[in-house]
Nanobody, 125 residues
Framework: QVQLVESGGGLVQPGGSLRLSCAAS????????MGWFRQAPGKEREFVAA????????KYADSVKGRFTISRDNAKNTLYLQMNSLKPEDTAVYYC??????????????????WGQGIQVTVSS
């Protein structure tokens, strides 16, 4: 089992940047594919980005491609999401998630067994 704790959220102006971190408790962090999801008020949870166990393979939602970068440091048991050129429509609660069954991160939330508590990102002037 793994516990996930997100940090780095907050309020940022349009066009600004934030970096989210997700600290994992598992000593075997490298055995989990990881993902970021988000949920805006009144909307369903949506996929943002995913990364393979080694970090060599990544996937992105079309809405964030070219602006967001997912990465991981297996030595530090930490997942990251660098968010640039933020837009008001990026406002949401962001969640990190861990999948112990797949080598490559999935687009589907149901494939992830472990979730963080979520962190608010607000993009507003």
């Amino acid at each position: 089992q793994v516990q996930l704790v997100e940090s780095g959220g907050g309020l940022v102006q349009p066009g600004g940047s934030l970096r989210l971190s997700c600290a994992a408790s598992a000593r075997t962090f490298s055995s989990y594919a990881m993902g970021w999801f988000r949920q805006a008020p009144g909307k369903e949870r949506e996929f943002v980005a995913a990364i393979s166990r080694s970090g060599g393979s990544t996937k992105y939602a079309d809405s964030v491609k070219g602006r967001f970068t997912i990465s991981r440091d297996n030595a530090k048991n930490t997942l990251y999401l660098q968010m640039n050129s933020l837009k008001p429509e990026d406002t949401a609660v962001y969640y990190c998630a861990a999948d112990p069954d797949r080598t490559v991160g999935s687009l589907y939330g149901d494939n992830y067994d472990y979730w963080g508590q979520g962190i608010q990102v607000t993009v507003s002037s």
